[in-house]
């Protein structure tokens, strides 16, 4: 049975994981896919599963968002990104709540694949607004990095799990820290955001006792330890730059 969703899709590169996306997703009405410059398969493997494809110029996370949303024709809308995969359970309770107009917007939890193995149940977290009535929501362009659709209207939180394929090495988890922080730091000064001292000393403690124990990675043994220091060590990264343009201003 086909579910009333669109669901969208911003890529480049994406090649390693987008199949799993797009096959997680066959039971859709609709799946748009918004190309800012792919030069590996991405295009050819959305081809083949019947995605329809559009290239945009890169303009940031929220605007790309914006456009591949005003793209769907269908008010419930559904966003993943080319290395997350959505599961039958989750597909059936989509069904229930829009059969029965339970909410504008769904939450569900993300389940994080580290270097090939998922981590422990027990660290699952909470993930943004993915499903939601599209003439409810936008996407904030101030918000560089870390971009979620803003919805007016009734929330709700589900029970279900998604796959998120993004954490296959430590290398490609550096490298996306090193770009989101960037984003991040000047997102907070653009912002007008003051730099301090204080969180820049205490930020990577704090964020460690809250990855490792209270969001739980604790029970993910090795691979949880690893993933709460990267944690940490990002948001030092996003409070250091910070403190590196509020110096650079300076001059």
């Given amino acids: 049975m086909t579910l009333p969703i669109s669901v969208f899709i911003i890529t480049k590169n994406e090649e390693k994981h987008i ?59 559904l966003n993943l990104d080319g290395d997350e995969e959505i599961n039958p359970q989750l597909i059936a309770a989509f069904k229930e709540i829009i059969e029965q107009d339970k909410a504008d917007s769904v939450r569900f939890w993300r389940n994080d694949i580290f270097i090939g193995k998922p981590l422990s149940r027990l660290s699952k977290k909470p993930n943004n607004h993915r499903l939601y ?8 362009d101030s918000r560089l990095a870390h971009e979620s659709a803003t919805v007016d209207g009734k929330e709700i939180f589900i029970n279900q799990v998604f796959n998120h394929y993004g954490y296959d090495s430590i290398a490609a988890i550096t490298s996306k820290n090193n770009t989101y922080s960037t984003l991040k730091a000047d997102e907070k000064f653009a912002k007008g955001k003051s730099f301090s001292n204080l969180k820049l000393f205490l930020i990577v403690p704090l964020v460690f006792i809250k990855e490792y124990l209270l969001q739980r990675k604790i029970f993910s043994g090795r691979r949880g330890f690893i993933l709460a220091v990267m944690e940490a060590y990002y948001a030092f990264l996003k409070e250091a730059k910070l403190f590196e343009n509020h110096q650079k201003n300076k001059r």
């Fill in 133 to 140: 009535k599209k003439s409810k929501s936008f996407f904030d």
């Fill in 19 to 77: 199949a799993k996306t797009l096959a997680s997703v066959k039971d859709m009405d609709e799946v748009i896919l918004v190309d800012s410059g792919s030069t590996d398969n991405t295009l050819a493997i959305a081809e083949q599963f019947g995605a329809t494809i559009f290239s945009h110029e890169w303009q940031g996370y929220a605007k790309q968002k914006q456009y591949a949303m005003s793209l769907c024709r269908n008010e419930w809308v």
